[in-house]
């Protein structure tokens, strides 16, 4: 089983930042994809950046050029950089991955974390 943890959020004023970490722990082989989502009260849960392996990227149209999306393969942990925040980002943010795990890969997982709050105040 794969477990992803998140760290990072907060509450921070309009046009500040906050830098969120996932890092995933298990008996891992290989990660294919890790991503961001939010969740905002009463909304579904919604992609917002998305990286694969071999470092392609993804964003949301909401927050291109103001979120970034990183990974390091090495520490099986992904980061989601965000500047410029705006009292719509608020919401719960959710990280994720998926790709192989147990001896020899042979186990495809995708797993989530429990979430972290980001608060955007105006």
């Known amino acids: 089983q794969v477990h992803m943890v998140e760290s990072g959020g907060g509450l921070v004023q309009a046009g500040g930042s906050l830098r969120l970490s996932c890092a995933a722990s298990?008996?891992?082989?290989?990660?294919?994809?890790m991503g961001w989502y939010h969740q905002a009260p009463g909304k579904q849960r919604e992609l917002v950046a998305v990286?694969?392996?071999?470092?392609?990227?993804n964003y949301a149209d909401s927050v291109k050029g103001r979120f970034t999306i990183s990974r390091d393969n090495a520490k099986n942990t992904v980061y989601l950089q965000m500047n410029t925040l705006k009292p719509d980002d608020t919401a719960v943010y959710y990280c994720?991955?998926?790709?192989?795990?147990?001896?020899?890969?042979?186990?495809?997982?995708?797993?989530w974390g429990q979430g972290t709050q980001v608060t955007v105040s105006s």
């Open positions: 298990g008996l891992i082989f290989s990660i294919n994809t």
């Open positions: 994720s991955a998926n790709g192989n795990g147990g001896v020899g890969g042979r186990r495809p997982f995708s797993s």
């Open positions: 990286i694969i392996s071999g470092g392609s990227t």
